[in-house]
């Protein structure tokens, strides 16, 4: 599950998790900007729970010849960025219970 803090912006069924990154389903819900939002993750099985992770939203690669045009990106994607040893010690954590 993907929780995002506050006011919930929007929540997801995790899809596809790896200390890189995390992807999630369901329709196209539009990502908050990454600056203004807290991304937690939740896995209620195991109690746990990994509060702030920093993130990114992933770009989408535009492909062809007009370069010119600004890439846009996934709001299903979000690569995690500069992680602490906490942070990654829980992810490993999480990423040990997950189910095939």
């Not at 539009?30 to 203004?36: F, I, L, Q, S, Y």
């Not at 299903?76 to 500069?82: D, G, T």
């Given at each position: 599950m993907v929780l995002?803090?506050?006011e919930p912006e929007a929540m997801g069924q995790v899809t596809n998790l790896s200390a890189g990154g995390i992807a999630f389903?369901?329709?196209?819900i539009?990502?908050?900007?990454?600056?203004?939002v807290e991304l937690d993750?939740?896995?209620t099985e195991q109690?746990?729970?990994v509060?702030?992770?920093p993130y990114a939203v992933?770009?989408?690669r535009t492909k062809g010849k007009n370069k010119k045009k600004a890439p846009g990106f996934r709001a299903?994607?979000?690569?995690?960025?500069?992680l602490d040893a906490e942070k990654k010690s829980q992810l490993r954590e999480l990423l040990a219970h997950r189910v095939g």
């Open positions: 995002y803090k506050s389903g369901g329709k196209t539009g990502t908050p900007a990454a600056g203004n993750l939740l896995m109690g746990i729970y509060h702030n992770i992933v770009p989408i299903n994607a979000l690569r995690f960025k500069r």
